[in-house]
């Protein structure tokens, strides 16, 4: 595997289900994110993960919940979501917290909340 | 704050034909400024970068921007579109150096055989 990928693909859920996205990166970087992309949405920052500490967090519902276990893994953690959660939710990694440097994306979940 | 728009959230054009797609940031400058493309089914994947170093920059797929102080603009040309470049544009202003980068709107380009 190269770059950053994601699991599932595609993944659709009941409001009461428990989830995990999961996101890897194959490219030695310490910064990894969370995004979500509505449509007609402009993209949305969730999480920022540096060195495996958070670094940001976008006042996002405590209905995600992020982990980072590590600097090549990230999961985000999905319960007792909401219709309006249905987006694609972007992984993606950096050398490290810092806009100098480019941000690789991984090809995104697609979620469907029913 | 850091503000970034990008006029036009559809723009069409035919094969060969220059490809224009807008951005204008907010008055403060920006220390760098990235333009995204997103191909179907796909993630956001980096054009090109400006960071000072020159005011026109060259990027993947023959596309460049100029970046116009006076104007606060970013543009994304191409001089001939292809097929291939069907997709969407995202321009993306950073706060600051260690700050989060702000993605524009998007704009979805159609390439018209």
């Known amino acids: 595997e190269t770059g950053v990928t994601q699991t599932p693909r595609h993944l659709v859920m009941g409001m009461t289900n428990k989830k995990s996205l999961k996101c890897e990166q194959h490219?030695?970087?310490?910064?990894m994110y969370w995004y979500k992309q509505s449509a007609k949405k402009p993209l949305e920052l969730m999480f920022v993960y540096n060195f495996k500490e958070q670094t940001e967090n976008n006042s996002v519902p405590s209905r995600f919940s992020p982990e980072c276990p590590n600097s090549s893994h990230l999961f985000l953690h999905l319960h007792t979501l909401q219709p309006e959660d249905s987006a694609l939710y972007l992984c993606a990694s950096s050398q490290a917290h810092s806009t100098a440097y480019e941000q690789y994306f991984g090809p995104g979940t697609r979620l469907t909340v029913t | 704050a850091q503000s970034v728009t990008q006029l036009g959230s559809h723009v069409s054009v035919s094969e060969g034909a220059l490809v224009l797609l807008r951005c204008n940031y907010s008055?403060?400058?920006?220390?760098?400024l990235f333009w995204y493309v997103q191909y179907p089914n796909q993630g956001l994947q980096l054009l090109l970068k400006?960071?000072?170093?020159?005011?026109l920059v060259k990027g993947i797929n023959g596309f460049e921007a100029e970046f116009k102080k006076s104007e606060t603009s970013f543009h994304l040309t191409k001089p001939s579109a292809h097929m291939s470049d069907a997709a969407e544009y995202f321009c993306a202003p950073s706060k600051t150096s260690y700050d989060k980068v702000i993605f524009g709107p998007g704009t979805s380009l159609s390439v018209i055989p």
């Open positions: 400006y960071t000072s170093a020159a005011t």
């Open positions: 008055s403060s400058v920006p220390p760098y």
């Open positions: 490219l030695g970087h310490n910064a």
